[in-house]
């Protein structure tokens, strides 16, 4: 069974930091497109954040959050990251992390439908 847990949401001040992690259990990880994405208060869509694909790890970014947010992964403890930085009221939200679960490729997946598994969310919340 394919589990995603994320972890490291908080409270975080205008400017400030945080660092997601997505620990994955039931599958092999390395093979993995994976992807974060963000759901603001209810009513409004889930947002694309970032995502990096299977093979090369290549990464891309919403146009909101780049140059301020980093993706990575530690093949060996099966663990997706989302680095925060300069953290604005704009990116509370419940962030969430995907894995696409089909064969590897060079891709990188920027929309959920392209995703079919889902971790269960956590909570950011950027204010003063």
């Known amino acids: 069974q394919v589990q995603l847990k994320e972890s490291g949401g908080g409270l975080a001040h205008p400017g400030g930091s945080l660092r997601l992690a997505c620990t994955v259990s039931?599958?092999?990880?390395?093979?993995?497109?994976m992807a974060w994405f963000r759901q603001a208060p209810p009513g409004k869509d889930r947002e694309f954040v970032g995502?990096?694909?299977?093979?090369?790890?290549?990464?891309m970014y919403a146009d909101s959050v780049k140059g301020r947010f980093t993706i990575s992964a530690d093949n060996g403890k099966k663990e997706l990251y989302l680095e925060m930085n300069n953290l604005e009221p704009g990116d509370t939200a419940v962030y969430y992390c995907?894995?696409?679960?089909?064969?590897?490729?060079?891709?990188?997946?920027?929309?959920?439908?392209?995703?079919?598994?889902w971790g269960q969310g956590t909570q950011v919340t950027v204010s003063s």
């Open positions: 995907a894995l696409r679960g089909r064969a590897p490729t060079t891709r990188v997946y920027i929309n959920g439908y392209d995703y079919a598994y």
């Open positions: 039931g599958r092999t990880f390395k093979d993995d497109a």
């Open positions: 995502a990096i694909s299977a093979i090369g790890r290549s990464t």
